[in-house]
Structure formats: C-alpha cells, structure tokens
C-alpha cells in the first residue's frame, strides 16, 4: 500500500474491532524519511518526541544520538510549505550512523505508537526486501519494538528468519545486496547492533515472520529448509497492489502493461499442505462468505479496501480523488511493466495529475534523491547506486540500460507525497489493487466516503 498508507492510525484502527479477529501490518517503508520529514514538519502533538522518548529510555545509550536526531530535523511550527524538506544522507552502500540510528529509532517508533493505539492487539509491519541499504537496521527497530510479526515481499526472503534469529539476540547480521555484472556476495552490508547500542540488552523476544509469496513451488522452496522457513505465508494473486510478480506468460496488452490468466494464481491446496498458516491476499476484500459451522474462517490479508478509508495515511485530498473515480467507474488501475526502478511489475492507478499522468510525468525533471529503489553496479571498484527514473544521460553513462529509462517513475518521491511528505515540486502517485469491494461498498453506503469500521463490516458481512 505505498509509503505508510498502512498507518498508525489504520492499523490501530483496525486492531481496536471489537470482534477482535483484526489486526495490521504497519508500511515500514521509507520510515527514516518520514520521520525526519514529519519532524520538520513540526511534529504536531509530539508524537514522535514521545516515541523518541520510548526508545532512548529502551536503549539509554543512544538518548544522546536520539536528542541529537530530533534536534537535527525538527523545526518548531513546521518548515515554509514552499520550503524543501532536508534530505537523508544516500552515499555508500552501508547507511551512515545517523541513518542506522534513523532508521531503527523510526520503526521502532512506529511500531511502539501503533501498540500504544491498541493496547494489547497484535502488531506487525511490512518490509520490501528490494529496500536493501536500511533493511536490517529496520527489522531491529522493529524487533526493539516487540512487533509481533515481520512480512516481506518484493524478493527474496529466504534470509529473513536468520536475520531476526540474529538481531533478537543482538548478533551481527549482514545482507549481500546484488551487484550486476559481479558474483553474488562481493559486496556486503554488516551490521552489529551490539556496536550500535554498547551491547548491553536483554535478548529479544523476536517477531514471527511471514514471507509474501505468488506460488506453491515458492513456499515450498522457503519450508524446505529449517534455516528459510517462515512462519506463514502471505498468497499474493495477480490483484494485489503494489508489487507484483511478473505473469508466467509474460503477456501484455496494445498499451504494453502486463495481463495475468489462471496460471497466475498461486495452487492454495498445495500450499496449504506444507502445514504452516497462510493468508490469502489480492482481490480478497469482498464479503466473506458463510461457511460451514466447523470451518474456520479464511485469512485474509486485505490492502486496497484499507487503503482508501478515512483513517489511512493517504493524503485527504488525494483520497478522496481517487474515491471520486471510483464512485464515478472513470478509475483504471493497471500493471506497469516500466514504472518500477525495481525491476518488478507495479499497480499503477492512473489518476489524473498524478506523476500516472502522461502530462504530469513528461514535466517533471529527471532526478533520484531519494534513492531506496536504486540498483548497484560496480564502479572503479565501488558499488554505485543507479535509478533508471533519474537524469537519463548521467544513468546511461554509468553503465545503466537504456531500455529501462522510458517509462520509469520516481516511485519514491511520488508514494512519500502520497502520505504527506512530498517536496513541494512533486506529485503524488498511487499504488492500489482491486477496487471492487470500494465501489461495492460505496454503493451499500450510498457516499463516496468510509471509515474502517464500516469497511471491517462490509468485508464481515455485516453492512
């Protein structure tokens, strides 16, 4: 669901049901940025004071570095809303200190607001394993945090229940990011939380993990081995928004996105046997239906549905945009085999005066600032960050294929002005999956509008 559409205040939204059989995976996606940027944007109510607070006192010899932090990025009232927020520091494969500490004191803080919003619920958050430099520093906050699960997709997720095996134990852990044209583990990001924090911890108590998967041969690989196995499953279909996995076949359509058929959809059965918990994702907003009394009922992971209630992170504005397309049968949202730096197919909802736009995205200047979905190539040695989305000659001359510049899209400046943290020269772009169930219930709700109570009742039965 983008850049922290998955909020603090959905998830906790969602847990807080009475029915008790809801919970939510917050975004951990670009949690450093929105951090510092919410920073300079005042930090209305002291939210973040308050979590920062939270952490310093889990983790006391960093509270100096946490003072630092927030003193470094908070501006009182808020910056000029023409003013540009101040960026992280990108440079290197392996984050610089305040990064690390950004990054981990962030998801933390996430996390430690959503339980705090509901108390005594579950809480988990969602990691892009295509998001490499602050990945591992991420999961620790996360782990920090007590969340009581982790879900990955976007790659391969085979390493990730080492990685919180280690980092519950306060273990160096270490990440070997691919590197074109080089063999697979040249290049390493290493990261000791012992050397961050002094060492000094009481172990742990680490997050379940659920691995994002498109098929039965995929789970299968991942349960197959004692050091992969996760502990769920989330079964994304070809509807699900965000990322995707490519369609076997490859096929497209006259304006070249992909279309995907049967053989796209992921044999639940042959999942279901290996034994472990799994959750059905992608198209899976509707009403459930009744079932027979000694069957449970189906888990669901549901993200567009959510997406576009009131208490999202989207942007007001924004949202109510793309409701009114909805309401209206004028919004499409369609598979992009182009638009992601990535490499993987993205949903793309084509809302005008987004950066989805033909004409938004001709006039918007070719550059990459932010730089999380960049990918590495070697360098006089070094491993150097490339986004086809940025200046074509500078991608070009440093080794970058030309094909993968048409059509590429900044999707980190576009989804971080979709939850309020844009610079101010950028458009917002949107990310959704099957918009059926919103425009089901907008027609049960006779407006266009909802909040997620309602939505929680429609996918119920209840509405």
Known sequence: MGADISSVGLVSAAANHPSKRLSGSLSG??????????????????????AFDAFSRLVPTLAGDIDHLYAAHHIPGGKAPDALFRGLSMAGMTPPRDVQILTAAATFAHVWRAKQAAPGRPVGINFLRKIERPLLHGLYGAALAEADWVVMGAGDPSEAPGWLDRLARHEPVELSPRVATVPAGTHKIVFDPKELTGGKLAPLRRPSFIAIISSSEQAA????????????????????????????????????????????????????????????????????????????????????????????GMVAEIRRRVLQLIWQQKLEVVTDVRASPSTFPFKVALVPGTIADPAVYAERPRLCNVGHLRGWRPQKGVATGLCPASDPELYKKMGGATWRIEGAICLCNGLLATCGVGQPCEQALVTLGDIGPVRELQRRLHRIEYSTQEAIAYMLGEL
């Open 221 to 312: 690989a991942l349960a197959s081995s004692d050091v992969t196995r996760p502990d769920g499953f989330v079964v994304e279909g070809p509807l699900a928004g965000g990322h995707n996995a490519p369609p076997k076949k490859k096929a497209r359509d006259k304006r070249g996105y992909y279309v995907y058929g049967p053989e796209d959809e992921a044999d639940v059965a042959a999942i279901a046997k290996l034994g472990l918990p799994y959750w059905s994702a992608g198209g899976c907003g509707y009403p459930e239906k009744p079932a027979a009394p000694d069957v449970p009922p189906r888990r669901r992971q549901v993200g567009t549905l959510f997406g576009l209630a009131a208490e999202s």
């Open 29 to 50: 996606t670009a949690l450093a940025d929105i951090y510092a940027r919410r920073l300079q944007l005042g930090d209305p109510g002291g939210e973040i004071r308050k």
